[in-house]
């Protein structure tokens, strides 16, 4: 363990850094510039080593695995998208830097085990960046986002072993959404690559049809089944609604963010105007307070 320490302590990121992009052709940055920012990544390196050493580190950070770091990945990657949205530059910064500590986390982890370091993860996407784009590294013309695309695909499946009919076919891709996306995110791309490959109503009253006949299934499991069924059906309507969103060009996600967002500001408004606690009011109360809210926001 201390030798895999002292390891990552010693490590120099400039070398990872003129291997990788050896030969490449880019807008490079002033050298002071880039000494900066690798002595600023060096430290973070450090900083984490250090809190992961077994005499010295810290006790919560020793007992961490990659399986229980992998919530606050997801945790912190959704806070960068939320400080992104709020244009707070602050903000940005904190959160980028919290999603990278746990890039770097994880490194230190598995360098620990032998496994991989930082280097390994570095010199892997920038390898892939350089093949999967040959027409700025290479001599690959190209004269449209589409041949870009399609020059991704072919590169990816060759990676991977596979033709690119193998890795057009739907299923893989539609199974890969549903392990690896959050479950409103997964279906709403499963609901486009799927009517693109031409499952789909052919108009929006068929959506419509299927989302009614989805909700008295739901009512029916409600008022006859176990949670298995009930949990099975609100799924499929839940999937209905997805499928409505497409139709009308609407987010899911972004309307769902949109309602709790409201429905906090209303509730704010509600303990804003209590001269008790709200736990306390009846439901009958709580319904006049919850209308004053929505009148006093406009």
Request: charged share 20%.
């Amino acid at each position: 363990m201390q030798n895999f320490t002292r390891t990552v302590l010693e490590y120099q990121p400039l070398e990872v850094c003129s291997y990788c992009f050896s030969g490449i052709s880019m807008h490079p940055q002033s050298d002071d510039s880039s000494a900066s920012i690798l002595a600023a990544v060096q430290q973070l390196v450090n900083v984490v080593a250090q809190l992961r050493s077994p005499t010295e580190g810290c006790p919560w950070d020793l007992a961490q695995t990659p399986q229980t770091l992998t919530p606050y990945v997801i945790e912190e990657a959704y806070e960068v998208v939320d400080a992104i949205q709020s244009g707070d530059q602050g903000a940005i910064v904190e959160e980028l830097g919290d999603l990278l500590l746990q890039v770097v986390l994880q490194a230190q982890i598995a360098s620990e085990q032998a496994d991989f370091s930082l280097q390994h993860v570095a010199e892997a996407i920038t390898q892939k960046l350089i093949r999967r784009h040959p027409h700025v590294f290479g001599t690959v013309q190209v004269g449209s986002v589409d041949e870009v695309r399609q020059n991704w695909e072919q590169i990816k499946a060759s990676e991977k072993g596979e033709t690119v009919a193998d890795a057009q076919r739907l299923v893989p891709k539609l199974s890969r959404y549903a392990r690896t996306l959050p479950p409103l995110m997964a279906a709403t791309k499963i609901s486009h690559k799927a009517a693109i490959a031409g499952f789909d109503w052919d108009d929006i009253e068929g959506v419509w049809a299927k989302f009614q006949e989805e909700l008295a299934e739901f009512r029916e499991a409600i008022d006859h089944e176990d949670q298995a069924h009930q949990e099975a059906e609100l799924g499929d309507l839940l999937m209905t609604v997805v499928q409505l969103a497409r139709w009308y060009h609407l987010d899911p996600s972004a309307a769902l963010q949109g309602s709790q967002k409201k429905f906090i500001r209303r509730l704010a408004e509600v303990e804003a105007i209590s001269d008790r606690p709200i736990s306390s009011y009846t439901s009958d109360e709580l319904g006049a307070l919850w209308q004053q809210a929505k009148k006093n926001l406009g």
